[in-house]
């Protein structure tokens, strides 16, 4: 069973950065599709971003151009850079991996705060 690891969030100033790392482990990685999904407090949980196993990548329309995801199969790493982050980006960030209709799993969350 795989088991993924969500940090680097935390509480960021409007236009800053942050890079959230997700690590996975106790799985083959590298068969896995990879997606960052965000839930703020009242809505549904909605794709940020995912990676295919052979490196495609799509994004959510509210963050296309500032966000970026990628992953590192020889590490079992899967990161999200998020830039020109704006207070509607405040969620709960969540990585989530997925091979097949069998094989879904979910890390723990990460928090990201961008004060208005």
């Known amino acids: 069973q795989l088991q993924l690891v969500e940090s680097g969030g935390g509480l960021v100033q409007p236009g800053g950065s942050l890079r959230l790392s997700c690590a996975a482990s106790?799985?083959?990685?590298?068969?896995?599709?990879m997606g960052w999904y965000r839930q703020a407090p009242g809505k549904q949980r909605e794709l940020v971003a995912g990676i295919t196993s052979g490196g495609n990548t799509n994004y959510g329309s509210s963050v296309k151009g500032r966000f970026s995801i990628s992953r590192d199969n020889a590490n079992n790493m899967v990161y999200l850079q998020m830039n020109s982050l704006k207070p509607e980006d405040t969620a709960v960030y969540y990585c989530n991996a997925k091979s097949g209709s069998r094989l879904d799993y979910w890390g723990q969350g990460t928090q990201v705060t961008v004060p208005s």
């Open positions: 106790g799985g083959l990685f590298s068969i896995y599709a």
